[in-house]
Nanobody, 116 residues
Framework: QVQLEESGGGLVQPGESLRLSCVAS????????MGWYRQPPGKERELVAT???????NYADSMKGRFTISRDNAKNTVFLQMNSLKPEDTAVYYC??????????WGQGTLVTVSS
């Protein structure tokens, strides 16, 4: 099994930044894709960004320019740098990975609240 541990969520004011981290551990074979999704209050879960093992990234259109995804393959860790946060970015952010052997795994989620 693969376990995901997310960190970095919290309460920030509009315009501030946060950096989320997600560390994968356990019986990892190959983390082909690592990424972040989010679920705003009362809404469905949506893609934020993904990054492949070779470094190719994909962003939801609304996140481009403000959010940056990166990963440290040696540490099985994926990061999400979020800048210029807005109240509408308030959501539970979920780490998601696809491992060649274990398939798709979700983290427990970390809450990001953007409010003045």
């Amino acid at each position: 099994q693969v376990q995901l541990e997310e960190s970095g969520g919290g309460l920030v004011q509009p315009g501030e930044s946060l950096r989320l981290s997600c560390v994968a551990s356990g019986s990892i074979f190959r983390l082909q894709v690592m990424g972040w999704y989010r679920q705003p209050p009362g809404k469905e879960r949506e893609l934020v960004a993904t990054v492949t093992s070779s470094g190719s990234t994909n962003y939801a259109d609304s996140m481009k320019g403000r959010f940056t995804i990166s990963r440290d393959n040696a540490k099985n860790t994926v990061f999400l740098q979020m800048n210029s946060l807005k109240p509408e970015d308030t959501a539970v952010y979920y780490c998601h990975v696809y491992d060649t052997w274990n398939g798709a795994i979700w983290g427990q989620g970390t809450l990001v609240t953007v409010s003045s």
